[in-house]
C-alpha cells in the first residue's frame, strides 16, 4: 500500500488546510455470542453542522484503520467490521475545497486513485464488511459504503445522493461501477443521472432500502443498536441476505439511452458529466470493477481539470456561503422587528406572497383590494393551499388551524396596516398606480413601517419620490413561482436608509431567501440580463433567421428551457412590458420587437402550440411575424446573444448595480435556474472568450471558477 500512502501524502501538501476526518477503531462483542467486531466511526471532531468530508489527510487516516483491521482479520481476532458516522452525519464525500486547488491533470488522477486504493480494501478484507449509514451520506460518503458487503440504512437520514454530475464530476470513487452491479442500471441511472440533474434531488433512508442499496432498514432513535444485533445475525448464518439477480442484457442498454435522453433534456450535450458518467455505467455491464474504476479514475482527472466543474463548484459555493453573507447589507443590528405584515392586493402573486409571510413568519398577515369580492378571493387562496400542506402531512391540524387564523383580508387598508410592520405591494406594474398605493400605506401605516414593492422593472426611488418619508421604501423583488425559486432582490432606493434596509435583509432570511443587494437601476438584475438576452433572440428573429435556429442556437448552454418557453412562463404582455421600461433607459441597446407587440396584441399566450406533445410554433403566430431577409446560423446567433449579456453584465457592473459578478451568477443560478455547470454565466462567458472579446478583460480571476495559474 506504499503507492497509496505516497499518492494519499503528495495530495496533503497541496491541501494544508483540509477539515481533518479521523476513523477511530473500537472493539467489541457482538450481541448472542456472533464474535468480536471492529468499529470504524468517521468524525471530523464537530457537530452536525460541519459534515464529515474526505481530504487527502482524511483518506490517509481511513487507510491506517483499515490497516489495523486488515491484520486483526487476518489473524482471525474479529468476525468482522462495521464503518459508520457521528451524529446525524456518515460523510458527505471528497472535500470540494482541495479539488479546487489542482492545478495538474496527475494530481487530479492522484486523488480518484487515493479514493479507489482506499475504499476498495474494505471489499478484499478477510471478513464480512458492513456499513451503517446513520445520517447524511452524499458522494464519497455513499461510495464507501458500497464497497462494502452489507449495508443498513436509518429511517432517519434525510439526505442520501450520488451528486457529482449535478457539479460537474462523476461518482469517481466507484459509484458509477458499483452501483449498477449492486441495484441494476436503471435504478443506478435514477440516482447517478435523473436526481442529479433534477436539482441535486436526495433520498431518505426508506428510498434507499426500497432500492436495494441497503439491505436493511432501522429506526433512528436505536439504529446503531438494531444494525448490530442484524450484523450477529448475519455473521451467526441465522439470516441470508438476498439480492435479486441483475439483468445484464438489453434492459442495461435501455437504461443507458434513457441516462441519455434525461441528460439531453437538460443539459442538451453542453456538459459532460453526465455523459462521461453514463459511458462508465454502459461499460460495467459486464462487472469488470477493475475497468470500471479505472474509467472513473480517467474520468475523474478529465473534468478536474475542466472548466465545467470548477464553474459547479463556484455556484456552489455562491449558494452555499455568497448566499448566507450577502454582499452590502447592513449591520443585522439595525433590523427592526416585524410581528404583522400588510399585503396590498389579493390577486395570484400578492396571495402566494401572503402564503410564503405567513408560513415562515409565523405572524399576522391582512390582504386588502378594491372589491369584496377579490379580497375573499386571496384569503381563500391561502386557505385552500394550507389545506394541501394538511392533506400532506406538511402541517398537522392544530398548526393549520392557527395559520389559518392568522390570515385575514379587509378592503380597509387603515384598519388592516395600522400596526403592521412590514407592508409589500403586489398591484398592477404602472408607476401612477403604485405611487397611490404608496401614498394611500403611508397614511395610515405606523412610522417605523417598511412599505416595500414587488416591482420587477420599475424605480423604487421614483416610486417613493412623492412619500413624506421615501427612507423606508425597499424594493422586494420576488421570482414567480414564489414557493420555489429561492432570489429575492433587495434594491436600496435613493433614500432607503440602513434601518429599512436591516429590516429588509431580516426579513427575507426568516423567509429562507437568497437575498441579493441590488441598485436602483432599471429592472434591477435578473430582468435586466434576460431581457437583452431574449431581446438579441427576438431581433434576429424579426430580421428574419427562423424561429427554430433562433432557438436552438443557445441549446450548447443547457439552459432549464428555451428563451420562448420561457417567455411564454413568464408571459408575453409582462415580457413587452419589460422590454419597453428598458427601451426607454437604454434605447441604443434594448428594442421593442414589433412582431412580439404583435403577439401581445392578438391575445396570444405564447409562440408554441402543444398538440402533438412536442413545442410547435402557432400557425396564427406564424401568420402574424413579419421578418426581413437576413437570416442567421446558430453560431452566428449564439454569438451575437452571448456578446450581448457580456457587454450588458460589464455595463451592470460598471454602474454598481451590485457589488460583484459573483453577485450576477448567484441571481441567475437562484433566480432564473441557470445551471451550475455555466456558474451562472460569468464563467462561461469567460471561458468561451465573449468577456474579453467585448469588454477587453475577463469578468473573473484566474482560479475563481477556473484551474489555479
Not at 218 to 241: C, N
Not at 243 to 264: F, L, N, S
Not at 272 to 293: N, Q, T, V
Request: proline share 5%; aromatic share 6%.
Amino acid at each position: 500500500m506504499s503507492t497509496t500512502v505516497e499518492l494519499l501524502k503528495g495530495a496533503a501538501e497541496l491541501f494544508p488546510d483540509e477539515v481533518v476526518t479521523s476513523a477511530h477503531v473500537r472493539h467489541f462483542e457482538l450481541p448472542s455470542g456472533a464474535g468480536r467486531f471492529a468499529l470504524i466511526t468517521l468524525d471530523n471532531g464537530f457537530d452536525h453542522t460541519k459534515p464529515t468530508t474526505f481530504g487527502p489527510q482524511s483518506l490517509a487516516n481511513l487507510n491506517t484503520a483499515i490497516d489495523q483491521v486488515e491484520k486483526e482479520a487476518a489473524e482471525g481476532s474479529i468476525v468482522g467490521v462495521g464503518l459508520t458516522g457521528k451524529p446525524f452525519i456518515f460523510a458527505v464525500g471528497a472535500d470540494l475545497k482541495g479539488v479546487e486547488l489542482l492545478k495538474r491533470h496527475e494530481d487530479a488522477l492522484a486523488i480518484g486513485k487515493g479514493g479507489h486504493d482506499v475504499f476498495r480494501r474494505l471489499s478484499g478484507l478477510a471478513v464480512p464488511t458492513f456499513a451503517y449509514y446513520n445520517g447524511a451520506a452524499m458522494g464519497g460518503g455513499v461510495e464507501v459504503g458500497l464497497h462494502c458487503t452489507y449495508r443498513t440504512v436509518s429511517a432517519a437520514l434525510p439526505a442520501f445522493s450520488l451528486p457529482e454530475v449535478f457539479l460537474g464530476l462523476v461518482p469517481g470513487w466507484g459509484g458509477c461501477a458499483l452501483l449498477p452491479n449492486l441495484i441494476g442500471a436503471d435504478r443506478a441511472v435514477s440516482v447517478i443521472i435523473e436526481n442529479s440533474l433534477n436539482q441535486n434531488k436526495q433520498l431518505k433512508g426508506k428510498q434507499v432500502y426500497e432500492l436495494g442499496i441497503a439491505d436493511a432498514l432501522f429506526e433512528g432513535a436505536d439504529f446503531l443498536e438494531q444494525s448490530l444485533i442484524w450484523t450477529a445475525s448475519v455473521l451467526r448464518g441465522e439470516l441470508q441476505v438476498v439480492r435479486p439477480e441483475i439483468d445484464r442484457g438489453e434492459a442495461w442498454d435501455q437504461a443507458v439511452a434513457r441516462g441519455r435522453a434525461i441528460a439531453d433534456s437538460k443539459v442538451h450535450g453542453a456538459a459532460p458529466a453526465a455523459y462521461r458518467a453514463l459511458e462508465i455505467i454502459a461499460a460495467a455491464k459486464d462487472g469488470d470493477l477493475g475497468a470500471g474504476f479505472d474509467a472513473e479514475d480517467t474520468a475523474l482527472a478529465d473534468l478536474i481539470m475542466g472548466g465545467e466543474l470548477r464553474s459547479g463548484i463556484y455556484a456552489f459555493n455562491l449558494v452555499q456561503k455568497r448566499a448566507k453573507r450577502p454582499a452590502g447589507a447592513p449591520d443585522k443590528s439595525l433590523a427592526r422587528p416585524v410581528t404583522k405584515v400588510g399585503v396590498v392586493g389579493a390577486g395570484l402573486m400578492a396571495s402566494q406572497l401572503a402564503l410564503l409571510f405567513l408560513r415562515r413568519l409565523e405572524v399576522p398577515v391582512v390582504l386588502t383590494d378594491i372589491d369584496q369580492e377579490r379580497v375573499d378571493k386571496g384569503v381563500g387562496y391561502v386557505h385552500a393551499e394550507i389545506d394541501k400542506l394538511l392533506a400532506k402531512g406538511r402541517v398537522n391540524q392544530d398548526k393549520a388551524n392557527r395559520l389559518k387564523g392568522l390570515v385575514s383580508g379587509v378592503l380597509d387598508k387603515a384598519e388592516g396596516f395600522s400596526d403592521a410592520d412590514f407592508i409589500i405591494e403586489a398591484v398592477f406594474e404602472e408607476m401612477g398606480v403604485k405611487q397611490q398605493v404608496f401614498a394611500e400605506v403611508e397614511a395610515v401605516a405606523p412610522a417605523h413601517a417598511i412599505l416595500a414593492t414587488n416591482t420587477s422593472s420599475l424605480s423604487v426611488s421614483e416610486m417613493a419620490s412623492k412619500l413624506k418619508h421615501p427612507e423606508r421604501v425597499v424594493g422586494f423583488h420576488f421570482f414567480n413561482p414564489v414557493a420555489i425559486l429561492p432570489l429575492l432582490e433587495i434594491v436600496r432606493g435613493e433614500q432607503t436608509d440602513d434601518a429599512s434596509l436591516a429590516t429588509a435583509f431580516g426579513v427575507a432570511r426568516k423567509l429562507k431567501k437568497t437575498a441579493v443587494l441590488c441598485k436602483d437601476a432599471p429592472a434591477f438584475v435578473v430582468n435586466r440580463i434576460l431581457t437583452r438576452f431574449m431581446g438579441e433572440i427576438q431581433n434576429t428573429i424579426d430580421e428574419g433567421t427562423p424561429v427554430e435556429v433562433a432557438e436552438k442556437a443557445v441549446e450548447p448552454l443547457g439552459l432549464p428551457m428555451s428563451p420562448l418557453v420561457l417567455l411564454e412562463l413568464v408571459g408575453p404582455a409582462i415580457g413587452l412590458h419589460v422590454s419597453e421600461t428598458l427601451n426607454r433607459a437604454f434605447p441604443e441597446r434594448f428594442t421593442v420587437s414589433p412582431n412580439l407587440a404583435a403577439v401581445v396584441k392578438a391575445g396570444k399566450r405564447g409562440f408554441y402550440v402543444y398538440d402533438s406533445g412536442k413545442p410547435e410554433l402557432d400557425p396564427e403566430v406564424a401568420a402574424l411575424l413579419k421578418q426581413g431577409d437576413s437570416v442567421l446560423t446558430e453560431e452566428q446567433v449564439r454569438t451575437r446573444v452571448m456578446e450581448a449579456v457580456a457587454q450588458e453584465i460589464g455595463l451592470m457592473l460598471q454602474e454598481g448595480v451590485v457589488a460583484e459578478a459573483q453577485d450576477i451568477d448567484l441571481c441567475l443560478i437562484t433566480g432564473a435556474g441557470w445551471p451550475f455547470h455555466l456558474g451562472g454565466i460569468t464563467p462561461y462567458l469567460d471561458r468561451e472568450g465573449y468577456s474579453e472579446r467585448v469588454n477587453g478583460k475577463k469578468f473573473l480571476a484566474q482560479g475563481i471558477a477556473s484551474v489555479p495559474a
